[in-house]
Structure formats: structure tokens, C-alpha cells
């Protein structure tokens, strides 16, 4: 494959992977020296060590929630991040919130504001939604396993945020009270969200 049809070929990808990983792209074949050469042509940028996006394209917190998943391929979104994701959360967190099990080793993330969060045993397997977006494998967790979490979590992301976010649940009608406290349990705090929930309709 000749040097023109490598760089088009790797700007196709990186385009339709939103985010790429370099291993991706030697995998595919393409040469990584030609890496430099598009990005020093504009046609694709590098947003962090060994990941790279369209030229153009905007640095925001969905980037960067796409950005983790693929850093930290075990690595669920949770907490803010992923009641920002579910949109029950609108302003965007500062942080990218992943948890990761509690044995799982630490993973060394540059130029990306991520915040890990340890979860052992059914906490941290239940409620997992696995997805794809813009061609990402996304792993996060649904929206009433995450209100569970925050209600936990609650001295460190705050008791208003998960209580906006449950009553966000029910006006958005993703809200189930059977799962949520199935969850409740889960996280042990099953006694404090029960104070909390809406009456039955």
C-alpha cells in the first residue's frame, strides 16, 4: 500500500472510530511513522499518549468520557460521569468518574481528568451496560445502579447531585423503583434512598 493510500486510509479510520488508539491502526495495517505525517498534515491530532481524533474536532467531556473507555478498556462509567452520560446530570462533571475492581491495578492516564473509584463483588458487576458509541465499546452503569452508587457515594460527589438525579429519573421515565432499590441493597443503602422515593403512582 502506497504512502497516499496509508494516510487516507488512516484519517478513514481515526474519522470513524471518533477515537483511535495507535495499536488500532497497526493492527489495520498502517505503518506508525505515517501517524506523524498526518498529524503533521492536519488530518488527524493527537489528543493524548497513543490516542488520536479527527483534525477539527472538539475537545469536550463526551471526547473525553470516549477517551477513558478506551484508556481503561476495563473501566465502567460511574457516578457523575455516568449520570451525565444517561442525561440526568447537565452540567458536565470536571472529572471522568471509572470504577474498576478492587484488586484491578491503577491505570496511568495522561491528559485526561480521570477519577477512579474501587468496587468489589456485585457492586461492581451488577447494572452494567455494555454499548458502542461512534464505534467505542462503552461499559457503564444503567441509570438506577448509578443513582445507587450515588446515594453511597454521596460525601464525595454530594447528596444533591443524587438526588437531582433521582428525581431526573422520573421525569425523563427512567425511573423504576423495583430496580433501584434491588441496587439499594446492592450498595447498602437501601434504608437511607427508601426515605427518598417518590410515592407510588
Known amino acids: 500500500m502506497g504512502a497516499q493510500a496509508q494516510r487516507a ?5 481515526v474519522r ?9 491502526l497497526s493492527n489495520a ?3 506508525r511513522r505515517y501517524l506523524a505525517i498526518a498529524c503533521g498534515q492536519g488530518l488527524i491530532k493527537r489528543v493524548a499518549r497513543g490516542l ?3 483534525a477539527g474536532s472538539e475537545r469536550g467531556r463526551r471526547q473525553e468520557l470516549l477517551q477513558a473507555c478506551r484508556r481503561v478498556p476495563g473501566g465502567i462509567l460511574c457516578l457523575s460521569s455516568a449520570l451525565y452520560f444517561h442525561g440526568l446530570l447537565r452540567q458536565e462533571p470536571p472529572q471522568v ?3 474498576i475492581g478492587h484488586k484491578a491495578r491503577l491505570p496511568r ?3 485526561l481528568p480521570l477519577k477512579i473509584v474501587r468496587f468489589s463483588g456485585e457492586a461492581l458487576t451488577q447494572g452494567v451496560v455494555n454499548l458502542k458509541v461512534d464505534g467505542v465499546p462503552v461499559r457503564v452503569y444503567s441509570p438506577m445502579k448509578t443513582i445507587a452508587d450515588c446515594f453511597k ?3 464525595q460527589i454530594g447528596i444533591d447531585i443524587a438526588v437531582a438525579a433521582l428525581r431526573a429519573s422520573v421525569h425523563q421515565a427512567k425511573y423504576s423503583r423495583y430496580r433501584l432499590l434491588h ?5 447498602r443503602v437501601e434504608k437511607f434512598i427508601r426515605m427518598r422515593l417518590p410515592p407510588r403512582g
Open 52 to 54: 488520536y481524533a479527527p
Open 9 to 13: 486510509k488512516l484519517a478513514k479510520l
Open 183 to 187: 441496587f439499594a441493597r446492592i450498595c
Open 97 to 99: 468518574w471509572m470504577a
Open 153 to 155: 457515594f454521596r460525601h
Open 16 to 24: 470513524d472510530s471518533v477515537i483511535c488508539r495507535s495499536r488500532d
Open 29 to 31: 495495517g498502517i505503518h
Open 109 to 111: 492516564v495522561d491528559a
